[in-house]
Structures are given as structure tokens and as C-alpha cells.
């Protein structure tokens, strides 16, 4: 599946994108929603995944706004890995509550670590109750990517990528390999991770793989 990453400030735009998309992300630290509108985004049809990184709102601010995507609806949760025990906590027990599944991630935007640092990362992951792990590292190689591709040899659950220019095979590799989705933009101007690949050409590629 092909998970649309969203970032638009229209609650109308978000709807039609849902609506087209087998899968979309919400970027709720990209937008500025208010209780009412991610009430409207989250309780309508589709797979919604609720991501609100940390940066423009306070952590306080974050969690009322996941756990309100969470009560309306959402499929899935995003918490990083590097989020307070408290944090990571209170929004899973949320999501456990109202059927939402729960995707712990970690990003690592200088560089890919070793193998070894890579799984401990998943392992922990699965043991702090995500029900998908995610692995989001700048790839400054190909060996880079193919170190994140390695990951996928004994393990299920688990969407991992590169990011920036190296990492791109990575995004396409991973629905090859058993990722339930690889996350795509809308357009180039709209990417929400470096490296995004856009919705159309992903299709046109995995088209082209199946010929």
C-alpha cells in the first residue's frame, strides 16, 4: 500500500486526499487543526495514520492532539521512540482503548547506525507495545540502504527506509520486501521527509516492476 503523507491546511483538501488514498498520514505538526477539525479528519472513512512530530507544539500540546485523533477514529498512532516514557505510554493505553494500532518510530537524520543499533531500536519497539515498527534514517550510502534493507530478513511489522537521495530504493524495495506501506507525497513541493518519492511516481514504478 501507498501511504499518502498529508500537510495540508484545508480540513476539505485533507478529506479529498483521504478519500483517493489507500492509506494517508496526517502531519498534525504540519497544520493547524483545532478539536473540532481532527474530530471531522479522523472520524470520516480510510486508513488514517496521526503523526504530530515535536518541534512546533509542546509535548502537552501533542499528546491532546494524538489522543483526540485517537477517540475520533484514527487507525493508527506515530510516537517516536525518543518520546518521554510518560508520553509513550498514555497514548498507547489510549490507542489500545479505541482500536488503534500503534507505530513506534525512529528517525535518524545524520546518518544510518550499525546493524546491530538498528535492531536493538526495532526490538524495543515491539517491547514498549508498537504494533508496527518504523525506521526512518538518512542514507548517505547505498550500502547505507542496504543496511536498512536488511532489517526486513526476519521481521514482519516493520516499515523501515532511508532517507535523501540514496535512500530512495529503499521506498520502493520495502513494499518488495513486507512492509504494509511506503509513505509518499502528494508533490514534490509537498514532501514531508527528504527523499519522498511522490504518489504517482511510485505507481508508475511498481508498475513497471510487475511488467
Partial sequence: MLCVSISEPSVNKILNLINKSEIAE???????????????VFSGEGKIIATCRAGKFSDEERKIKLKKAIESGASYVDIEMDAPDAFKTELVSSARKHNC??????????????????????????????????????????????????????????????????GRITRVASLRMGAPFSYVSISPAKETAPGQITSKQMTKVLKGLTK
Fill in 101 to 166: 494500532k500503534v507505530i513506534l518510530s525512529y528517525h535518524n537524520f545524520i546518518g544510518t547506525p550499525p546493524t546491530d543499533e538498528l535492531n536493538k531500536m526495532v526490538d524495543a519497539s515491539f517491547a514498549q507495545g508498537a504494533d508496527i515498527a518504523k525506521v526512518a534514517c538518512l542514507a548517505n550510502s547505498e550500502s547505507d540502504s542496504l543496511r536498512i534493507l536488511s532489517l526486513y530478513a526476519n521481521r514482519k511489522n516493520l516499515v523501515a527506509l532511508g532517507m535523501g537521495a540514496h
Fill in 26 to 40: 496526517v502531519r498534525l505538526d504540519l497544520m493547524d487543526l483545532s478539536d473540532r477539525d481532527i474530530e471531522k
